[in-house]
């Protein structure tokens, strides 16, 4: 009899500390998840971009600067249609043909050089301007990040249905990649403010 409680009572007693540890253990697990817990943001950097007084900006000041210089080479096609209708006022073959023929010749020649040189030169100063402002809103991004506390953020873009195309549409499908972002924290506001009182 003796033997039973005392079996009994071990029994009990591994059950108890069984029960014990397992409660700890869950506690200190569900304390670990709680700090393990990532604090997670969300940012659409398109939407910066459309928003953005900054990127506005540019916009207008290059499409002022792209009108100039596209009045300027309407001229000079003007120019050389002139040219070519003076040519008529000459007889063929003589000095002062050969001469206009030679000046519309370069003119024609440098409306072309010119088209070439600004065409590249809008694609260089626009791949230079998006490159700076992605690292200005990258830093930013850390900086709003920093303040809020946050662990992670995430680039949340918005697909644009109806896709033009289908080709459009499994572009946007492969590259949009945060289907559900609940309990997320937005900072794409405090982002685009930030961006704008860098002037």
Known sequence: MKRRNVALTGIISIIV????????????????????CLKIGVVNIRSLFENSKRHEKYQTEASAEQNRIVAELEQ???EIDAGKTGLRAFKEGSDDYMNSVRELLN?????????????????ENDKAWTENF??????????????????????????QLPAENANDLMLAIRTHKILYCGGCIDITGDVLAALDSME
Do not use: C, H
Request: proline letters at 0%; a positive charge.
């Open 107 to 123: 003119k024609q020649a440098k409306l072309e050089a010119e088209q070439e040189f600004y065409k590249q030169r809008f694609k």
């Open 17 to 36: 500390l069984a029960i014990a540890l397992g409660t700890n253990g869950a506690e200190a697990e569900k304390q670990q998840e709680q700090k393990g």
């Open 76 to 78: 000079l096609g003007k």
């Open 134 to 159: 992605y690292i200005d809103i990258m830093k930013q991004v850390e900086a709003v990040a920093s303040k809020k506390g946050l662990d992670l953020v995430l680039e949340k873009d918005q697909i």
